[in-house]
């Protein structure tokens, strides 16, 4: 019934799929490749809030948006589901197990987000720095003989916008990790020592409960 209802859509790398201030008039379910979801300031500046995966949903928040709050951008070239606002409320009052995985994804969300800003607030650029590369390592790497190579074409810039710091400062800090034995670069992509990161990660005190904390994540 759901499937039914959706159109799917092909968008191509670096494409735009909706911008700040479009109508939130639907929801996306990735079916294909990857998407960044993109906070920009007044002056120009942008984060980036996260980078989503196939079968992660985004768009969501178009029953209490009327516009985009974010751009979300296709990072590699994109398949998606489009369900229209008006058939994403008839699905929800029709289907009750959908209707509660939906309050579930926006529940996880709002706890990784009140988690994400108190521990923004209390760590430094680089421990940032750190923690994405260890995260990206398990959600993007791919294992080699010589270390986790990162599969997603980052810039420093990409990263600056992912812990909220400058290109400059990002790139400073990956020369200083290179120092250390941490990271390395192969061809446009970095490759990261698991272990010795997991290691500094804990060692800088931004490990709880086992696990890396989690940036903030929205849609």
């Given amino acids: 019934m759901i499937t039914r209802r959706m159109e799917e859509y092909r968008f191509l790398r670096r494409e735009t ?17 990857l998407v960044k979801l993109v906070a920009s300031s007044e002056k120009g500046a942008g984060t980036i809030l996260y980078i989503l995966r196939p079968t992660d949903i985004f768009g969501e928040l178009l029953l209490v948006e009327e516009r985009r709050p974010f751009n979300a ?8 589901g489009v369900l229209p606002q008006k058939d994403f409320i008839e699905l929800l009052s029709e289907i009750s197990r959908f209707r509660l995985n939906f309050i579930r994804i926006l ?10 800003v108190t521990e923004f607030s209390h760590t430094r650029s680089y421990q940032r720095l750190a923690k994405i590369l260890f995260q990206i390592c398990g959600e993007h790497g791919e294992e080699t003989p ?9 810039t ?30 192969h ?22 409960n086992g696990e890396v904390l989690g940036l903030a994540k929205s849609a």
């Fill in 107 to 116: 529940s996880r969300r709002l706890a990784q987000v009140e988690k994400g």
């Fill in 187 to 208: 061809r446009r992509h970095l490759v990261v020592n698991r272990r010795r990161m997991a290691d500094y990660v804990q060692s800088e005190g931004i490990w709880r």
């Fill in 73 to 80: 951008l296709a990072v590699t070239d994109v398949l998606a």
């Fill in 146 to 154: 010589g270390g986790v190579l990162l599969r997603l074409s980052l």
């Fill in 156 to 185: 420093h810039a990409d990263l600056a916008e992912m812990i909220g710091t400058t290109r400059e400062t990002v790139t400073n800090q990956l020369n200083h990790f290179r120092r250390m034995g941490l990271v390395w670069a």
């Fill in 17 to 33: 799929i909706f911008r700040k201030g479009d109508p939130s008039d639907s929801l996306y379910a990735l079916k294909e490749g």
